[in-house]
């Protein structure tokens, strides 16, 4: 069946770049999402990709899309405390298959 | 200004209980869903509807309801057939299935 695929936890010092990273299996997935979710609170679409699309930038953000191996990149520059949060990859075909999210923390 | 209400932001149900939990959307979208977080488990999906008055059972609907009476609201209800209820639920709605959701602020809801 689908399943969306990331690393549980990401270290980043203030300051440098943030890789977070995803795989997915359904190739017919259409778009892929990017969703943040800070402490006790819902999830915020950060960003999208079309599956059409190898790159995406937005500000600091920037999406990395290799369909070949399905896998899906977020990069987050200039790392900042309020970026601290989890971060969860999604793929959609029919329905939005979400990832168990990467709990980004940021190192002083 | 649009945007999806969940109610109450924290709850506390006593064994044996049922507890209804508020969604209500007024973006006009077509469809809406209902997940429930686990630290460490990510997102999983209890019930979602494409229109009034239609759901479908999501992948964890064992000990939950809904209903869908109105386009605007979406409600689930912890039922006492639920073993473990305490988690973090979240709503959401989509224009129609799959586009991009827009998800609540959540419920917390502890059993006591």
């Known amino acids: 069946g689908e399943d969306v695929e990331q690393s549980l936890f990401l270290s980043v010092r203030e300051g440098d770049s943030s890789v977070i990273n995803c795989t997915y299996t359904?190739?017919?997935?259409?778009?892929l999402y990017w969703y943040k979710q800070e402490p006790g609170a819902g999830l915020q679409l950060l960003t999208y990709?079309?599956?059409?699309?190898d790159m995406k930038q937005d500000q600091r953000l920037t999406v990395l899309l290799n369909k070949k191996d399905k896998h899906l990149s977020l990069r987050i520059a200039d790392t900042q405390t309020g970026d601290s949060a989890i971060y969860f990859c999604a793929e959609r075909d029919d329905k939005i298959i979400f990832g168990k999210g990467t709990r980004l923390h940021i190192l002083p | 200004d649009g945007g999806i209400t969940q109610s109450p932001k924290y709850l506390f149900r006593k064994e044996g209980q049922n507890v209804t939990l508020s969604c209500e959307q007024n973006l006009n979208h077509d469809a809406m869903y209902w997940y429930r977080q686990d630290p460490g488990q990510g997102l999983r999906l209890i019930y979602y509807?494409?229109?009034?008055?239609?759901?479908q059972k999501g992948d964890i609907a064992e000990g939950y309801s809904v209903s869908r009476e109105k386009k605007e609201s979406f409600p689930l209800t912890v039922t006492s057939a639920q073993k473990n209820p305490t988690a973090f639920y979240l709503c959401?709605?989509?224009?129609?299935?799959?586009?991009?959701?827009?998800f609540g602020s959540g419920t917390r809801l502890t059993v006591v």
């Open positions: 359904d190739s017919s997935s259409t778009y």
């Open positions: 990709i079309f599956s059409n699309m």
């Open positions: 959401a709605s989509s224009i129609e299935e799959g586009y991009g959701y827009t």
């Open positions: 509807s494409q229109i009034v008055n239609d759901f």
